[in-house]
Every structure is written in structure tokens, then in C-alpha cells.
């Protein structure tokens, strides 16, 4: 027989298997998710989920496709949490100090608690990137929130009401279209494809015989596998 | 975590590992990967398959649980809809709220149409927000467009159509541009210079990253961009059937809210289906590292109104899923983990592969491996291979796994397993869709104003797809049917609305005597209850 407990879904108990992550135990006791299910596999934030133990004091969080259930548990999915998304431009919109101020003045609340950080299912210092934030420094900001996955568990436990994942993208997205150094490889190519040369020979490839082709590509050379070992300016 | 077998394996692992980082494996000859793949890759396992009864593929061959559901019952055979009651009237109708599906919606935007997204779940809820290893794209100065498709020509066996592969080479570089002016961070040198690997079958190193979140950053970029643009999402709303106009263009869809079951009408002039792939059918038993939503939906739909599908029996299963522990079970373990440098190593802790043959050829070598060579991992699933994952800081120092695949660091830490010590077992898992619908160059069908893109695509990559081709082929080609589409509204006038197409598909499957066991599309699988499947997870 498989290890079961007891867990409480919503203030309701069922039994489970022991090694169920808590999205499996839902499933094995009846529901057919729509809400807080969604690539199953810690990518998406669609199945953030708040729990407690019982006889525990602290309120846990944690995503439900990457938990396991636990004897005692009781569960209350946080499938949708209303963030604060500000519309910009992103054309027009530049990396310049006033920005934050200007889309989300709130980060200029935050007293500190560290709950985001606390929450996070990632482990990321969200505290700290929204420092970053606070003072303009987008590029830190942008590598130290790279891993979030945007389910909102630190805007659900922060006091100022900060939405933590939209402030993080705007910051990445300002690093990746201006403060990233720019790949000038990417544009020599795309300039020399404009005399339609490169054009040419996929055309002229396309055209040879099958076999001349299975020979090309059976024969071709295969550039060194040893990588660079290359560092992510830090 | 792991079990005494499993500790007593890794120990030979161990044993062999710096004899095996100073060998690199042979690759295999042509002949030796046909005759792999005919006798251990899936797809030549003819008993899983069932003959098409209807429609444009009559007398094809597609999985059981596929050709079930071709030959279902419409959703909406017993519902009364009322066609003259509009709920959303558009330009650009866009189904499905991936990559594909926000590149169509983004452009169609900028182009100045009226467009409208609805998807079943979430915007971003899709195969795309997971990928993990990259987007190919010839822009290093050793590299070509031609050999970029050299190598994804030959690594499909021949079967792509030329000109849907032409085009997707041909604008790599300028989809990796895009994606750099809306704020993608790619992976870079301090100079600028991207950071670029091989994936299996690549000959030259193109491929792309954003660490291993590589279509998370991609798509989570393109749904801000969506929202910023103001471009309206109904969510929670699923796609059921295509609805025509009187002369059989494609005119909308009927749609079904998730939550209240409400059945709704989409008037449109352009119809774009970007609804992905069919993980979740679990063809031939296989674990998925799918999303919950890759159900085929659209593969149905536009069925049912007559597109053609291209390689309906040809699917891609990953040659590195998780096999281990079983809460993981499926999920998908990076190519980019080899590309970085981790060797496949058997239970005797031998390299019985090069690590970068194509994703087919090392699919059905690891299933040989443990089927037939009884060089498995006994698992509590089945069997799995190692993937020697300390390697990796071993040639490029510590701190290497942390920095380019802290997914996967954190995926296996998560229960235990420090990969950065000890290694990791792996199977192959259903990953991807290699068939799909027909399409011209421009997205569009056989069926007038109606455009697919993205997975749901079949004939772009052939019978096998390379690793970063997809990430590749959703933005080119979303991009693409968005522009299409927004070329074509403009002269469109649709006609009278009508669904004749569902019944008269209900009468030629009666006609062909097919016995229709569910109803379809899907929408989503039913893992309710103390389903094999489940159990098998657990």
C-alpha cells in the first residue's frame, strides 16, 4: 500500500498519497482544475497556493505543481491576484531615473518586511531587486528578478501594496532594448542579407537533388563542441 | 533521495566519468540511425495507430487517442446557437494565447486591425512559456541561413516543405531582432556578442538563450506587450468549432467560457488558429512534457472544416524527460543541459550515444538502451538513463549550472537531488507536434481567410524537429499570419453565418460507420480520480 494523509482542500479533508505534490492530491480526489493549473512543471505561476500546517503558526506559500503535500495540510489556491499593471511604451520609454516614480510610485512605500522575499517560490531576493528598482538601477534589478515566474504570491503578502512581477519586467524589458550591449554580429547580418546573397544560396541548396543533399548534410562539417567558456557580464 | 541501486549505479558513474569527458562518442552513420529509429522510435510502432475514416486525410494513419478524437462528436451537436446573436465582432480573431498566437495578435495590431485573443486558459498559459534551451538563428559570422537549413532539412529526413523551412531560416535573424527591441534579455558576452550553443543535429552553435527560461522570457515579454498594446484577451474561453460564412470561408468561431460553459459567437474576418500541440493525449502511454492544455484543439477544428493535416502519425518524444522521483515524472530536463556539456551514461556508467544526435535518434538509442539492452535504471516508472550533470563544472567551473540552467538546479534541489554532484535519470517524454495543418508561406490554408500558426503547423520541420526551431518557428510564423491577415481583412465581407460543416462531418463519419466514442476537441485532460496515469505519477 502507498503512504497516505490527511489534507484539507478549501477546509475539506480528503486523503491523499503521501508523495502527491499538492496539484496531484487535487487531482486524485476529484477536482478537474480550469483555475491554477497550467504547465505543471514551475514555468507558468498559475497554481500559487497558500497553506498552513495545522498546529502551525506561520502561513506558508508555495506553487502546487512543486509541493508536496504534507499530513495536516490545509489549502487555499491563489489562482488569480488582482496586480497593479501599468501601459507604457516601450518604444518611447526609457531607462531614465523618474520612470519607476512615474509607473509605479508605490515601490517608494515599501517599509521593508521582506515578506515578498519570504514568499517567493523561487528564492529570488525580491526585496532587494525592488531596491534596485527604487534607485534606478535596472540592470541589477533585471538579472536579480530573471528566474520569477510572475504567480504573484509577494504582491499577495506585501503591506504596500507593490506588484512586484510587473515592476520586474518593466525593468527587464528596459535592460534587453537599451542597457544590454548591443550584438553587433545580429545586425552585420541582417544588413548583408539585404543583397538578397545569403537568400541565394538557401535557394540554390533547395534545389539540388535529394541525394546531392543527404550527401551535404551526411558530409558537413560540425563546428567544435568544446564551447568558450564564456561569463553573463555580472 | 535516490535508492541503494541507484547510489550503487552512480558509483560506476563516478568510476568512468573522467575516461568518458576525455572520449567524445562516434556519431552514428545514416544507416545506423534509419535502423535505430525503425526499430525503437515510437512512431514505427504501427499497432498505436488507427486509419483516418474522413475527411482530407481519409486512409492516413494517426495515433489511437488522435484518430479518437478526429472522429468524435462535435461539442456543440446537441446545442442550439443562435449565429445572428454577435458576441465579439473583429478584423483578426486569434485562437490560442501562445508565442504564436501573441506574435499573429501584436503585428496584426500594429498593422491596424481590430484584433481580438481568446484562449481556453490563461494568455501565456502554452508550450511556449516552457521551453527551456533556446531559439536557433543564423547570426554568427561562420554560419548561414543555408546551413541552418542543411541541418534542420537533414535532421527532419528530407519531409520538410521547402519553403515553409526557407522562410523560417531566412527570418531568424530578424525574428531575434524583434524579440531584442521588445526587451527579450538574450544571453550575452560583455561585448554584446550572444552567447550561442550547439543543439542535437546543429553544426554550427545557434543557439540562442535566456538562461534555460528561454520561451518563459520570450512569451512573458510578448504578453506585456499584448496588454500594453491594449489588444482585448477574453481568457477562461475556449474555441469548440470554426463557424463559416455561406460561401465557406472561414468567419469566426463558437466559443465556450471555461468556467460557466456558456456557449458565445466570434464574428470575424480573419481567422488565425494558434491553439499548439497534443502532449496531453499521451500517445502510447508516454508521460508529457506538455502544457495542461495541449489537447490538439485546433487540429480538430479546422479538421472538421476540411485543412489538410501534414504528418499526422510523426511526433517528437524528448529524449530527456524526467524519469525520477516520480512527482517529476515527464517534466522536461533542457537539451541545453547537454549542449552545455552532460553526457548520457548507461547503469554501468558507459557513453552508449554522442549526446547531440538528433532528438529522434536519441530517443529511440536510450529506449534501446533499457528495452533491449537491459542497461536501464530501474525506476519506479520503468527505467531511465543518467545524465551526467556534474560534468558540466567540471569543464566549465562552479557556478556554471547555477548561472545557464537554474531551472533545472531548481527543479531536482526541490526533492533532494544536486545535480551539481550527482547526476540525473532521464526518459524520453512526448514533447512536441511534428505534424500539424497544412499551411502556405503566408499562414494561409486551403480554406479562405482562415491562418494556423505555431504548433499547430504541421510540414515545417518534417518528420523531426531540432531543438530551438520551434521557439523560432512560433514568432516567424506568428508573425507572419499576423501580417497576413492583416493584409486580407480589409477586403473581406463576410457572409451569412453558418455551421452546416459540423453536421455534414457528423453524417460522413455515420456514412463511414465510424464508431465516434467521445466528443471533441478536448479542451483539457481528465486526470480526475485514480486514474493509471496518475497512479503512475505518484
Known amino acids: 500500500m502507498i503512504d497516505m494523509v490527511n489534507i484539507y482542500l478549501y477546509g475539506k479533508k480528503y486523503e491523499v498519497p503521501a508523495s502527491a505534490t499538492i496539484l496531484i492530491a487535487m487531482e486524485y480526489a476529484g477536482y478537474r482544475l480550469v483555475r491554477g493549473c497550467g504547465c505543471r512543471a514551475g514555468f507558468c505561476g498559475a497554481c500559487a497556493t497558500i497553506y498552513r500546517i495545522e498546529g502551525d503558526r506561520e502561513l506558508k506559500v508555495g506553487l502546487a505543481c512543486s509541493t508536496k503535500v504534507e499530513d495536516k495540510m490545509y489549502i487555499a489556491t491563489l489562482p488569480f491576484f488582482p496586480h497593479i499593471k501599468q501601459l507604457y511604451d516601450i518604444r518611447t520609454t526609457r531607462p531614465a531615473d523618474q520612470i519607476m516614480m512615474q509607473l509605479y510610485p508605490e515601490i517608494y512605500s515599501c517599509i521593508g518586511c521582506n515578506a515578498c522575499t519570504k514568499a517567493c517560490p523561487q528564492e529570488l531576493d525580491v526585496m532587494q531587486y525592488i531596491a534596485y528598482a527604487q534607485r534606478g538601477d535596472y540592470t541589477k534589478c533585471a538579472k536579480a528578478s530573471f528566474d520569477c515566474i510572475m504567480c504573484g504570491i509577494c504582491a499577495s503578502r506585501c503591506p504596500a501594496g507593490i506588484s512586484h512581477p510587473q515592476v520586474a519586467i518593466l525593468a527587464r524589458r528596459l535592460y534587453g532594448k537599451y542597457l544590454a550591449p548591443n550584438a553587433d554580429h545580429l545586425d552585420d547580418r541582417l544588413k548583408e542579407m539585404e543583397d538578397g546573397g545569403l537568400e541565394a544560396m538557401v535557394e540554390q541548396l533547395m534545389n539540388r537533388p535529394i541525394e546531392e543533399i543527404r550527401e551535404l548534410y551526411n558530409t558537413r562539417d560540425i563546428e567544435d563542441e568544446n564551447i568558450a567558456d564564456s561569463e553573463i557580464n555580472d | 533521495m535516490y535508492t541503494p541501486e541507484m547510489l550503487a549505479s552512480i558509483q560506476k558513474v563516478e568510476a568512468t566519468r573522467q575516461v568518458r569527458m576525455a572520449t567524445e562518442p562516434d556519431r552514428m552513420s545514416a544507416e545506423e540511425k534509419d535502423a535505430l529509429l525503425n526499430a525503437y522510435h515510437p512512431d514505427f510502432k504501427t499497432e498505436c495507430f488507427t486509419e483516418i475514416k474522413v475527411g482530407p486525410n481519409k486512409g492516413d494513419k494517426a495515433p489511437t487517442e488522435l484518430a479518437a478524437l478526429l472522429h468524435g462528436h462535435s461539442r456543440i451537436r446537441h446545442a442550439y446557437i443562435n449565429l445572428k446573436n454577435i458576441d465579439y465582432d473583429v478584423d483578426v480573431l486569434v485562437i490560442g494565447g501562445g508565442g504564436a498566437g501573441a506574435s499573429a495578435a501584436i503585428e496584426a495590431h500594429n498593422a491596424g486591425a481590430n484584433v481580438l485573443i481568446v484562449t481556453k486558459l490563461r494568455l501565456g498559459d502554452a508550450n511556449s512559456m516552457m521551453s527551456q534551451g533556446g531559439i536557433q538563428a543564423a547570426d554568427k559570422e561562420n554560419d548561414s541561413p543555408a546551413q541552418h537549413y542543411l541541418d534542420a532539412f537533414g535532421g527532419g529526413h528530407y519531409a520538410a516543405q521547402p519553403d515553409l523551412l526557407r522562410k ?371
Open chain 2, 168 to 538: 523560417l531560416v531566412l527570418d531568424g535573424p530578424g525574428a531575434i531582432k524583434w524579440l531584442s527591441d521588445l526587451g527579450v534579455m538574450f544571453d550575452k558576452e560583455s561585448d554584446g556578442r550572444m552567447q550561442t550553443t550547439h543543439g542535437g543535429g546543429t553544426s554550427r552553435m545557434r543557439m540562442h538563450a535566456a538562461a534555460d527560461y528561454s520561451g518563459a522570457e520570450i512569451m512573458r515579454t510578448l504578453r506585456d506587450e499584448v496588454f500594453n498594446l491594449r489588444i482585448p484577451v477574453v481568457d477562461y474561453t475556449a474555441a469548440v468549432e470554426l463557424i463559416l460564412d455561406t460561401d465557406g470561408k472561414a468567419a469566426g468561431a463558437v466559443l465556450m467560457n471555461m468556467e460557466t460553459n456558456e456557449y458565445l459567437v466570434a464574428r470575424a474576418k480573419t481567422v488565425i488558429l494558434s491553439t499548439g500541440g497534443a502532449g496531453r493525449l499521451h500517445y502510447q502511454g508516454f508521460p508529457t512534457s506538455n502544457h495542461y492544455g495541449a489537447t490538439a484543439d485546433g487540429l480538430i477544428m479546422a479538421y472538421r472544416v476540411g485543412v489538410q493535416l501534414v504528418y499526422p502519425d510523426s511526433f517528437q518524444y524528448h529524449p530527456t524527460g524526467a524519469a525520477y522521483p516520480q512527482q517529476i515524472f515527464g517534466d522536461l530536463v533542457t537539451e541545453k543541459v547537454r549542449s552545455i556539456g552532460a553526457i548520457l551514461a548507461n547503469v554501468d556508467g558507459e557513453a552508449f550515444m554522442h549526446p547531440l544526435e538528433t532528438r529522434d535518434v536519441s530517443s529511440a538509442a536510450i529506449i534501446r538502451e533499457c528495452i533491449s539492452r537491459g542497461k536501464g535504471v530501474s525506476t519506479p516508472t520503468g527505467f531511465a538513463i543518467w545524465l551526467d550533470t556534474p560534468v558540466i563544472e567540471m569543464l566549465h567551473g562552479e557556478g556554471t549550472i547555477l548561472r545557464r540552467i537554474p531551472a533545472m538546479y531548481r527543479m531536482f534541489i526541490k526533492y533532494g537531488i544536486d545535480m551539481r554532484r550527482v547526476p540525473i535519470l532521464i526518459y524520453p517524454t512526448l514533447h512536441y507536434q511534428n505534424g500539424g495543418l497544412k499551411i502556405n508561406v503566408d499562414g494561409s490554408t486551403s480554406v479562405e481567410n482562415l491562418y494556423v500558426a505555431g504548433e499547430a503547423v504541421g510540414g515545417i520541420h518534417g518528420r523531426n524537429r531540432l531543438m530551438g526551431n520551434s521557439l523560432l518557428d512560433i514568432i516567424v510564423f506568428g508573425r507572419i499570419a499576423g501580417q497576413s491577415a492583416a493584409d486580407k481583412y480589409p477586403s473581406v465581407s463576410v457572409g451569412k453565418l453558418a455551421l452546416t460543416h459540423v453536421e455534414d462531418y457528423e453524417h460522413a463519419l455515420n456514412d463511414a460507420d465510424v464508431e465516434k466514442q467521445t466528443i471533441s476537441p478536448m479542451l483539457l485532460p481528465s486526470y480526475a480520480r485514480r486514474q493509471e496515469y496518475d497512479r503512475r505519477r505518484l
